[in-house]
């Protein structure tokens, strides 16, 4: 793992549990309680707005479906991110 790989992780983590704070608010107030099924469009957007174009959107939104989880999703999104990363680079 490169350095700057390790450098994105803990931020990419934060970012990832803000988007997940800021996406509960917008399924509960917005969606009146609906289950938002677009919502990796959702996080793609919050991550890339708070970390900037580090990936492009599309990877991103691919990364997080596929995603697969026993706990949380941000440590499991954000670990499986820098790995593609370092694989690409």
Known sequence: MTSYQHELYDPLR???DAAAK?????????LNGER???WPGF????VLGRLHDFMIPSE??????SVETTGGLSEA???TIVK??????
Request: aromatic share 8%; charged share 20%.
């Open 84 to 89: 593609d990363m370092g694989q690409d680079g």
């Open 14 to 16: 934060a970012a990832l």
């Open 36 to 38: 938002d099924l677009q």
């Open 60 to 65: 991103l939104v691919g990364i997080l479906e």
């Open 22 to 30: 800021a996406h509960h608010d917008y399924e509960t107030v917005v």
């Open 43 to 46: 996080y793609t957007a919050y």
């Open 77 to 79: 999104a954000a670990g």
